[in-house]
Nanobody, 123 residues
Framework: QVQLVESGGGLVQAGGSLRLSCAAS????????MGWFRQAPEKEREFVAA????????YYADSVKGRFTISRDNAKNTVYLEMNSLKPEDTAVYYC????????????????WGKGTQVTVSS
């Protein structure tokens, strides 16, 4: 059974940092693109960041560019999201997702989703 399990969420003050992790199990995702989405209360789910299968390419939503960094460790079947300079508007449930194709990752069509981890940024 394929599973993506996120961790690392929590409550942090504005300007603080958090590091999210997403551990994949059930198969090897080293040939898959991986990424993060988020959903704030009463808002649609939105793309945050994506990384290619080997970590050689990344891209970000404009709202997080320069503050968030996505990375992966294929030996551990894990993808990370380092979040710095957090703002109250970053408050959301953050979801890990994966699919084979990297290009246009932000458009969806994911093969697998995690159940999410809550990030709350206080002002």
């Amino acid at each position: 059974q394929v599973q993506l399990v996120e961790s690392g969420g929590g409550l942090v003050q504005a300007g603080g940092s958090l590091r999210l992790s997403c551990a994949a199990s059930g198969r090897t995702f080293s040939s898959y693109a991986m990424g993060w989405f988020r959903q704030a209360p009463e808002k649609e789910r939105e793309f945050v960041a994506a990384i290619s299968w080997n970590g050689g390419s990344t891209y970000y939503a404009d709202s997080v560019k320069g503050r968030f960094t996505i990375s992966r460790d294929n030996a551990k079947n894990t993808v990370y999201l380092e979040m710095n300079s957090l703002k109250p508007e970053d408050t959301a449930v953050y979801y890990c997702a994966t699919r084979y194709r990297y290009s246009n990752f932000d458009t969806g069509g994911m093969a697998y989703w995690g159940k999410g981890t809550q990030v709350t940024v206080s002002s």
